[in-house]
């Protein structure tokens, strides 16, 4: 009668191997008495064979990435996500196109231009024979377009999923996860906030409060990949402030598609959130408000002058108006009219003194009249904004403005041109030159000859490029000013005052993951050979369900048993059948 070999379930399949048999570090010391045979090959089919094995035998995790994201600080804070992740799992994130095996290409669906990049680089990948994975809105709106068919796509929702996608691409497999993420029924914001992640910019965390938005916007494509709004609970957003500041990040970013209309789905506000991080803003640190639409901020006027009047949070807001003409308002869905944006702009310039207002207009959308045009300029010509994205009406398909009745090509351009033309009449800062101000320095200019900093209300400091300066307060005094920055020179008797309470990451360093996760990384260990430890599972990201053997499946102790049962088995029969 056969051993009860499995009467007990069997945790790895290495179970079934009794005492009696050779192990694997006798095997190694056994290496030195084996006899390797020739096996001459016996065509040249069989030299491309051994070249090129199959596609399962490629091991994942030792490959370079490229990572390139379009669009909005949410975008740019999922691609950090991403990059976290697959850093994490051993993938090397480089900056090099073209040394790299994969490329993920994180897409923004707003303008037509942007999609346009998109599409180039996907025929330069394919050109290139890179593998390529796609994200953000573009395919998550419309998958089934052309230029997407065979290529494997990860969701806006389903990012903490990435790992598994790159690694099936790798293989040769088209993997798409599109789904929603939802609890008993109810949306859920999208991604875990706690994931790795590989900031940008190590001194600056972007925290994507809710995704999603209440709008039907007739012009808006993000809708179709973003969804209805749905909120991070305040406490996560909190937890994840916190972890950032202890990681020596000493600016946060609060981003979505409408910061205004946070909370409104799980019970709470824009306000109650602001309050409760403004608790946990180490001295010195600064907080930055996203985008919110004018109709979720009127009720919280009172309140959002109070928040923005706190030392630790920029006095800034972004306030997209989009047109002058209540009947373009109209026709675009804004569900506010020219009064509303005007009364929230002008209460918070009264209670908020020196407040920076920035906004957005779209020059040609559809039945624009030339009246309707010069009401947008007359707005722009009053308040003079010292920040303001002009954006040319671009159709997006499958939206209702796209079936309108279109402005001219021709007189887009020219309103486009216009309105940039008075924009750039005016200067914001000349009458700053010779002020005093304290500003935070976070990252170096494009040109490389300054570094940039932003005073209290979010305006754009050049400093000089001392290393002692990154990261800090620093006290200067403004010598000069352009249309979009000024230059300050240092006051030579003022403190630099470190705001971190820690020393930040290093550029590239993964941020956010777990001791015993660190621990494997640090001293190299492959992480896909210690499940036993549970440090897989801990590390792990993702919920994985595709290519999952079968211990790793829902039931997976009954898989492993019949599994093993089939295994023992096959032994027995060898074994008999030798003897």
Not at 394 to 409: D, F, G, L, S
Not at 487 to 505: C, E, H
Request: hydrophobic fraction near 35%.
């Amino acid at each position: 009668m056969m051993p009860a070999a499995c009467d007990s379930l069997l945790e790895d399949i290495e179970d079934i191997v009794s005492a009696q048999d050779v192990k694997p570090h006798d095997r190694q010391f056994a290496r030195k008495n084996v006899v390797p045979k020739v096996r001459k090959r016996s065509s040249q089919k069989n030299v491309q064979a051994d070249d090129d094995p199959p596609s399962d035998s490629i091991i994942p995790g030792a490959q370079k990435i490229w990572i390139r994201t379009w669009g909005c600080s949410h975008n740019n804070s999922d691609g950090e996500y991403m990059a976290g992740q697959l850093a994490s799992y051993g993938y090397k994130i480089t900056d090099n196109a073209a040394e790299a095996d994969l490329w993920l290409l994180n897409s923004c669906t707003v303008k037509s231009p942007a999609e346009d990049h998109f599409r180039n680089s996907i025929k330069k990948a394919q050109e290139d024979d890179k593998k390529v994975v796609l994200a953000g809105c573009v395919p998550q709106a419309q998958p089934r377009q052309d230029y997407l068919k065979g290529l494997s796509i990860i969701g806006v929702q389903q990012i903490d999923r990435v790992v598994e996608v790159v690694e099936e691409t790798i293989k040769g497999h088209s993997v798409r996860l599109l789904g929603q993420k939802k609890d008993n029924g109810k949306r859920l914001g999208g991604a875990r906030l706690d994931l790795p992640k590989i900031r940008k910019n190590p001194l600056i965390e972007i925290i994507s409060i809710n995704t999603g938005c209440l709008n039907a916007c007739t012009y808006c494509k993000t809708k179709h990949a973003r969804g209805d709004l749905a909120s991070y609970p305040v406490e996560e957003l909190v937890d994840r402030a916190k972890q950032s500041f202890q990681e020596g990040v000493c600016e946060i970013w609060l981003t979505s598609e409408d910061t205004g209309a946070y909370g409104r789905d799980i019970g709470t506000d824009l306000p109650t959130l602001l309050w409760k991080l403004v608790e946990v803003i180490p001295e010195g640190a600064m907080l930055r408000l996203g985008m919110t639409n004018p109709p979720y901020i009127l009720e919280h006027l009172e309140e959002m002058a109070k928040i923005l009047n706190h030392p630790r949070v920029y006095a800034f807001l972004h306030i997209p108006v989009q047109s002058a003409s209540d009947s373009i308002l109209m026709d675009m869905k804004r569900e506010y009219c020219v009064e509303d944006f005007k009364r929230v702009v002008d209460f918070l310039k009264e209670k908020v003194p020196g407040i920076t207002i920035a906004t957005d207009i779209i020059c040609g959308f559809p039945g624009e009249t030339d009246e309707d045009f010069q009401d947008t300029m007359k707005l722009v010509e009053e308040y003079r904004f010292p920040s303001l994205f002009i954006n040319q009406f671009y159709p997006r398909p499958r939206t209702p403005a796209a079936k309108m009745r279109q402005v001219p090509a021709l007189v887009k351009k020219q309103r486009t041109k216009d309105l940039s033309q008075l924009f750039h009449s005016y200067n914001p800062y000349d009458p700053k030159v010779g002020e005093r101000q304290r500003v935070l320095v976070t990252e170096e200019s494009f040109d490389s000859q300054f570094y940039v900093a932003h005073n209290q209300f979010y305006e754009q400091v050049l400093v000089p490029k001392n290393p002692e300066f990154m990261g800090k307060m620093v006290e200067v005094d403004i010598y000069e000013a352009g249309k979009h920055f000024m230059k300050g020179r240092p006051v030579s008797d003022a403190n630099v005052f470190t705001p971190s309470i820690t020393r930040p990451l290093a550029k590239g360093q993964v941020s956010g993951i777990t001791e015993e996760f660190r621990y494997v990384l640090e001293n190299g260990l492959n992480l896909k050979a210690c499940p036993s430890a549970g440090i897989r599972e801990k590390a792990s990201l993702s919920s994985r369900k595709v290519m999952q053997l079968p211990w790793q499946q829902e039931g997976g102790g009954l898989k492993m048993l019949s599994v093993s049962l089939a295994l023992l088995a096959i032994l027995v029969t060898f074994y008999y059948g030798g003897v």
